[in-house]
């Protein structure tokens, strides 16, 4: 038998219990062994709920009981979870994790202390929700050298935006809606303004190159300053609004940013519609490959948090986490990557854009009759920022371009 405990009974953790519960004869079978909750940790109590039996207050209970070989942090936030953590590992425990905060800020430390004691600190549900993309960069894209990842991380703001898209949604009211769908984070504003998805960025990043990107140096944009009329033109343009997060090597350098995109028909990131998630990976040898699935809520999360419960009971004493050094890796500023724009404007003529941004493509919706829209050709984000000064208050807003 493995003992587990799992630290939290919020919307993860009650997932993890229910997942464990639904799906035990074949979790076992494929754990093979018998995977037990032990103990569930919560400040607060549960009356009726069938979790009273196995419910403690105390972190000191688990900590100390040598029986539990796998501790569940599915608390969320770094405090007291990264103290927790540390402590689990310090006593043997192996220990799964779906807190992206966490691992994106401790995962080299984290990390390094399960491969010094020949345990696992696993983290699958932090990126994708129930995609297993961390799996597959650490375990099957091995034979190459990754040099592009590109996805949809969020699935709070793909909720969002696909609703305020398809619907005239309200931002604040298909945030709500997210929220009670338990796909936002307690404080939302980590999914609105991009950090949940540069966190988790940041993570695949670093297991793809195998040196570690702190998420403070990415570049994040988010989604707050989407509207109606942005929504208005990518409808005239055949484009859907995107919140992609992305990484790239480039020649010897890495640049890593998230941002809404117009992403185009061409793009298979196009049509990744509601709370889905999809990861596109581009490797020297495979090419193109692309990960797909629901990209947060209770159960797929929960369901990423169990297989690495039932992973880690299959290599209790057998470190299994390949690609993610201490190593730092830096990051190059924006200014050199290279993309087209979508630019909305004001009171200005065409030559006076192509002055600014080089050739540009005009875009015109009768429903904005004050202004307009411009596509320009590749150009460099410094090239954007340039033309962008000379026109001044006259630049509405820009969206970048994922044909
Ligand atoms: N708030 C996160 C999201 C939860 O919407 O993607 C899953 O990590």
């Known amino acids: 038998m493995v003992n587990i405990a799992v630290l939290g009974y919020g919307t993860v953790g009650s997932g993890v219990v229910e997942v464990i519960r639904t799906n035990h004869e074949s979790i076992n079978r494929r754990a093979e062994e018998e995977i037990n909750i032990k103990y569930v940790l919560d400040r607060r109590d549960f009356p009726g709920d069938p979790v009273e039996d196995v419910l403690v207050h105390d972190y000191e209970v688990i900590v100390n009981d040598p029986e539990v070989d796998i501790v569940v942090e599915v608390m969320g936030g770094i405090e007291p979870a990264h103290t927790f953590v540390k402590r689990a590992l310090e006593a043997g425990k192996s220990v799964c994790t779906s807190n992206k905060a966490l691992v994106a800020k401790h995962g080299p430390e984290l990390v390094q202390m399960a491969k010094e004691r020949n345990i696992n600190f696993l983290f699958e549900a932090s990126c994708g929700g129930g995609i297993p993309i961390i799996r597959a960069l650490n375990k099957s894209l091995t034979a190459d050298e990754i040099d592009e990842i590109t996805g949809i991380l969020n699935g709070t703001t793909n909720y969002m935006l696909d609703k305020m898209s398809t619907e005239g949604s309200d931002f604040s009211a298909v945030l709500k809606e997210a929220q009670e769908l338990g796909y936002a984070e307690a404080d939302p504003t980590a999914d609105v303004e991009g950090h949940d998805a540069g966190r988790k960025i940041a993570i695949l990043s670093s297991l793809a190159y195998g040196k570690f990107v702190n998420y403070e140096d990415v570049y994040m944009e988010g989604i707050t300053k989407i509207t109606q009329e942005d929504m208005e033109y990518a409808r005239t343009l055949g484009m859907n609004i995107k919140l992609l997060a992305t990484s790239r090597k480039v020649g010897d350098s890495y640049y890593a940013m998230v941002a809404p995109f117009m992403v185009g028909k061409s793009s298979p990131?196009?049509?990744?519609?509601?709370?889905?998630?999809?990861?596109?990976?581009?490797?020297?040898?495979?090419?193109?490959?692309?990960?797909?699935?629901?990209?947060?809520?209770?159960?797929?999360?929960?369901s990423a948090v169990v297989a690495d419960v039932v992973d880690e009971a299959k290599h209790l004493h057998r470190n299994i986490m390949t690609n993610w050094t201490n190593q730092p890796?830096?990051?190059?500023?924006?200014?050199?990557?290279?993309?087209?724009?979508?630019?909305?404007?004001?009171?200005?003529?065409?030559?006076?854009?192509?002055?600014?941004?080089?050739?540009?493509?005009?875009?015109?919706?009768?429903?904005?009759?004050?202004?307009?829209?411009?596509?320009?050709?590749?150009?460099t984000q410094g090239a954007y920022k340039a033309g962008a000064e000379k026109l001044g208050d006259r630049v509405i807003s820009m969206i970048r371009v994922k044909d």
């Open 329 to 379: 890796l830096p990051l190059t500023p924006l200014d050199h990557v290279h993309g087209r724009f979508f630019i909305r404007v004001k009171d200005v003529a065409v030559d006076e854009l192509e002055e600014a941004f080089g050739k540009v493509q005009t875009v015109e919706t009768d429903a904005l009759p004050e202004e307009m829209g411009v596509l320009t050709s590749v150009i």
């Open 269 to 302: 990131l196009h049509s990744i519609d509601g709370v889905f998630n999809a990861v596109f990976v581009h490797g020297n040898m495979l090419g193109d490959a692309m990960f797909y699935g629901s990209g947060a809520g209770k159960l797929p999360t929960a």
